[in-house]
């Protein structure tokens, strides 16, 4: 049994404008619970980020036994690994963003980039890491294949 949700809700937490969701990639609209409960397997609590990319990995080798590695039809890892991804992508029903422990990258549509806190805070200083943005590029496409 897994319990979560798609996203999270703001209540102007940080009183920057932002309410209800998919209007910014803070934390307040992003940070879900998760709860899985599993056959045979004591109360273990984790305190790291994950994504719901990490669920498919750890029910194809903890219910299905894919011996896999994860790369090969995921681009999670299992629930249970505590080693943290160094980014994540995101995305709303327009753009999406970067998401590290420190700030979010987001894309526009337009092509533009805004760099913020994982509180939402403006970094109007902050240079675009063009290394990061190419790594979420290939991860965006790493299962499309072209005909």
Not at 21 to 50: C, D, E
Not at 74 to 95: C, E, H, K, M, R
Not at 116 to 145: C, W
Request: net charge neutral; glycine share 8%; charged share 10%.
């Amino acid at each position: 049994v897994v319990i979560t949700a798609d996203h999270g809700e703001e209540f102007n937490d940080n009183g920057l404008g932002y309410w209800g969701h998919a209007s910014n990639f803070s934390i307040y609209q992003t940070h879900v619970p998760m709860i899985v409960a599993w056959p045979k397997q004591g109360l273990r609590y984790f305190n790291y980020q994950t994504t719901h990319y990490d669920v498919v990995p750890f029910f194809m080798q903890n219910a299905l036994g894919c011996k896999s590695p994860a790369t090969t039809y995921s681009v999670g890892t299992s629930l249970v690994t505590t080693q943290q991804a160094p980014f994540f992508i995101i995305n709303s029903y327009i753009d999406y963003g970067i998401v590290t422990p420190n700030e979010v990258t987001r894309i526009y549509p337009q092509g533009n980039i805004g760099i913020k806190t994982r509180t939402g805070k403006s970094l109007p200083n902050a240079k675009p890491d063009v290394h990061l943005i190419q790594q979420s590029m290939e991860q965006l496409n790493y299962f499309f294949k072209s005909h």
